[in-house]
């Protein structure tokens, strides 16, 4: 089975204050559009769509290895992937090797699956492993600029997804900065930063278990 290169391409916390992480906050994993506590679904092949897992459910989430059961579906590619046929297979998904990023949130930064079951003749097996740092970048984009005293913050490619908060929530140090509102899929912020470096984190929330989010950092 030939998947297309992934995108590198963060989703989720149970967050005590609005915008900050703490150490009782569950870790997250991402895939290919968001950080999310314990998915029960994900896109791991990001160009095409041509790996996903589903109806996960999972075990041991926040230790520092999570087990879940579930589905792939898998294209074939025969002869080609645009029209090859998607493959379901029963699977066993590990996450592990959980860190604190930057941005103060849990991660997992591994995810292995695997599968008992058999694939058709001349299809490779689908199980595989994929590492997932906190550096992996997801759509969100943020950018700073310290210009005059002040850092000019914006954002891009946030999400309108419905469900999703149409503002997203800016923090440094832990402490929060401001809650700026969407215009579309962007935002624009002017803060008069303190002398130093900073990082700052954005964050957007979907629910309780889903979040994008993005650092940049005010030099």
Same mark, same amino acid.
């Given at each position: &089975?030939?998947?297309?290169?992934?995108?590198?391409?963060?989703?989720?916390?149970?967050?005590?204050?609005?915008?900050?992480?703490?150490?009782?906050?569950?870790?997250?994993?991402?895939? #290919? %559009?968001?950080?999310?506590?314990?998915?029960?679904? &994900?896109?791991?092949? #990001?160009? $095409?769509?041509?790996?996903?897992?589903?109806?996960?459910?999972?075990?041991?989430?926040?230790?520092?290895?999570?087990?879940?059961?579930?589905?792939?579906?898998?294209?074939?590619? $025969?002869? /080609?992937?645009?029209?090859?046929? %998607?493959?379901? /297979?029963?699977?066993?998904?590990?996450?592990?090797?959980?860190?604190? #990023?930057?941005?103060?949130?849990?991660? /997992?930064?591994?995810?292995?699956?695997?599968?008992?079951?058999?694939?058709?003749?001349?299809?490779?097996?689908?199980?595989?492993?994929?590492?997932?740092?906190?550096?992996?970048?997801?759509?969100?984009?943020?950018?700073?600029?310290?210009?005059?005293?002040?850092?000019?913050?914006?954002?891009?490619?946030?999400?309108? $997804?419905?469900?999703?908060?149409?503002?997203?929530?800016?923090?440094?140090?832990?402490?929060?900065?401001?809650?700026?509102?969407?215009?579309?899929?962007?935002?624009? /912020?002017?803060?008069?930063?303190?002398?130093?470096?900073?990082?700052?984190?954005?964050?957007?929330?979907?629910?309780?278990?889903?979040?994008?989010?993005?650092?940049?950092?005010?030099?």
């Amino acid at each position: &089975m030939r998947l297309a290169a992934l995108a590198t391409g963060c989703a989720a916390a149970l967050l005590t204050v609005p915008g900050l992480a703490t150490a009782a906050t569950p870790p997250t994993i991402p895939d #290919c %559009f968001a950080q999310v506590t314990a998915p029960s679904a &994900m896109v791991l092949a #990001c160009g $095409d769509g041509n790996l996903t897992l589903d109806g996960l459910s999972w075990s041991g989430w926040g230790a520092e290895t999570a087990t879940a059961e579930g589905t792939a579906h898998a294209n074939d590619c $025969d002869p /080609y992937c645009a029209a090859g046929i %998607f493959r379901e /297979y029963p699977v066993t998904v590990v996450a592990s090797a959980p860190q604190t #990023c930057a941005s103060g949130r849990r991660q /997992y930064t591994r995810l292995e699956w695997s599968t008992q079951a058999k694939p058709p003749p001349g299809q490779a097996n689908p199980a595989g492993s994929m590492e997932m740092p906190c550096t992996w970048a997801l759509h969100p984009g943020l950018a700073v600029k310290r210009a005059n005293g002040v850092a000019v913050v914006s954002g891009k490619a946030w999400t309108r $997804d419905a469900g999703c908060a149409k503002k997203v929530t800016l923090t440094s140090a832990g402490k929060k900065i401001a809650t700026v509102a969407l215009t579309g899929t962007t935002f624009r /912020y002017s803060w008069r930063a303190p002398k130093g470096q900073h990082r700052i984190v954005a964050r957007q929330t979907c629910g309780a278990a889903t979040l994008f989010e993005a650092t940049a950092v005010v030099r």
